[in-house]
């Protein structure tokens, strides 16, 4: 599973008092959180409600046939299908329901990902606005680096298209590396991409990893000369890839024009809001906090002088204009963010505008918008306790209805749950 997971892996036995069922997993904690969480995971005082009543929502199996899903993402064209990228390197499609037996794509012949825990992999997919017509769609991986010094692999966003006669199956012939970075460390690669109503695509970018952003004097997340640690924008109509002429960058020498915003450590999925186009943002904290931001045109987000409200290096030049997450939340409630979607469907009315979301470690919470740029959040009843699964990903339909994505830790089985009304 590819958020930030901590530093090192543990085997603790839990037990969920809700359904009486033991389970042994293998959690990845951070050293420090370690004695914290067996405390608080035994007291049953983890993930405490801080908002209103709960919406009466419900979770529906979709499948659980999947291995590590790590992105959803759907057509226009084909609103009967779901496309669900494995980390290993495959789209499956999911139609009518229905896992369809063979791969959309299947690219681990050049996906980078080793045998149990790892941060690379398959990590987004998003399909080009035009895709009714031109069949094209845009995957991040990770690969394998060629033996350059202080580099772990490579960052790559490549170009595919479906196959003309078959909706099910994606060409491998013709695929087109549109933009490729390094990566100095395995973890912290951000990985999602989503196209705005601009028609350009936005890549999200972590810090590089290694834990507290120690790459340069002060981090990747404040030097606009590297695209570690960003929000990225980028024309993928022109050829390898264009700069949006009001990318805040552009007439800089000592920017990268890719970069949107910067000052982020690991944002782990990215969503547009369908109706306000606003960006949000699920951004993975390093040693207290887990924030969710609302990306904004050259926004600086503060990391690693800042961690959620607070300074995390106050050693370091502190950014005048930093913005502030919308909310935070500290670890006692999760370890590791996973962003989602506000929902706009049209099947649960309680959740209408809400930003769903949820932590690797269970919960899933709503935060809804109130007056003077405040959020409340609602844990909702398809949280799960810790042990049970983890939640990797969510993702929405043409309709706007939402999914979540998650790895059940019990028989290791990857699976998709759509949100419906109880």
Excluded at 214 to 242: A, W
Excluded at 272 to 277: I, M
Excluded at 339 to 357: D, N, S
Excluded at 358 to 371: E, F, K, N, T, Y
Aim: proline share 6%; charged share 20%; glycine share 10%.
């Amino acid at each position: 599973m590819t958020p930030e997971f901590p530093d090192f892996t543990t085997t603790i036995h839990f037990l969920s008092i809700n359904n009486q069922h033991s389970f042994t997993s293998q959690i990845m904690l951070k050293k420090f959180l370690a004695p914290v969480f067996l405390l608080i995971f035994f007291a049953r005082s983890v993930y405490a409600q801080t908002g209103p009543a709960a919406p009466n929502v419900s979770l529906k199996l979709i499948s659980d046939a999947l291995t590590h899903p790590t992105a959803l993402a759907v057509t226009k064209k084909n609103p009967e299908l779901l496309f669900v990228c494995e980390q290993e390197g495959r789209i499956r499609v999911i139609q009518n329901e229905k896992l369809v037996k063979t791969p959309f794509l299947d690219i681990t012949d050049v996906v980078l990902k080793k045998e149990g825990y790892d941060e690379r992999g398959l990590l987004g997919l998003a399909f080009h606005p035009d895709y009714a017509s031109n069949g094209k769609f845009f995957v991040y991986i990770s690969v394998a680096a060629n033996g350059e010094k202080d580099v772990d692999h490579h960052s790559e966003i490549r170009e595919y298209k479906v196959s003309k006669n078959n909706a099910l199956v994606a060409e491998k012939t013709g695929m087109r590396k549109v933009l490729t970075f390094n990566q100095p460390e395995s973890n912290h690669n951000g990985g999602d991409l989503k196209f705005g109503a601009d028609g350009y695509l936005y890549i999200s970018s972590g810090d590089g990893g290694g834990g507290g952003d120690r790459h340069g004097e002060y981090g990747n997340g404040q030097n606009l000369n590297t695209l570690l640690g960003k929000i990225l924008r980028i024309d993928v109509n022109q050829t390898p890839y264009g700069i949006p002429k009001d990318n805040p960058f552009v007439n800089r020498k000592d920017a990268r024009p890719e970069i949107f915003a910067y000052g982020l450590r690991n944002p782990w999925r990215i969503s547009f809001d369908r109706q306000t186009n606003q960006l949000f943002a699920g951004e993975v904290g390093q040693d207290k906090y887990e924030e969710v931001d609302i990306i904004t045109n050259g926004g600086n987000y503060g990391w690693r002088a800042i961690e959620g409200f607070h300074a995390f290096k106050p050693s370091d030049p502190q950014p005048a204009k930093a913005i502030k997450p919308i909310y935070e939340y500290p670890h006692t409630d999760g370890i590791s963010i996973t962003g989602g979607f506000v929902y706009r469907g049209k099947a649960i009315p309680a959740l209408a505008g809400k930003y769903v979301y949820g932590d690797m470690m269970g919960p899933i919470w709503a935060l809804a918008p109130q007056s003077g740029n405040k959020w409340t959040r609602t844990k909702l009843s398809v949280s799960r306790d810790p042990g049970y699964w983890h939640v990797y990903s969510f993702g929405e339909d043409v309709s706007g209805e939402m999914y979540v994505l998650t790895q059940l830790l019990e028989d290791g089985k990857g699976a998709v749950y759509k949100f419906v009304q109880q």
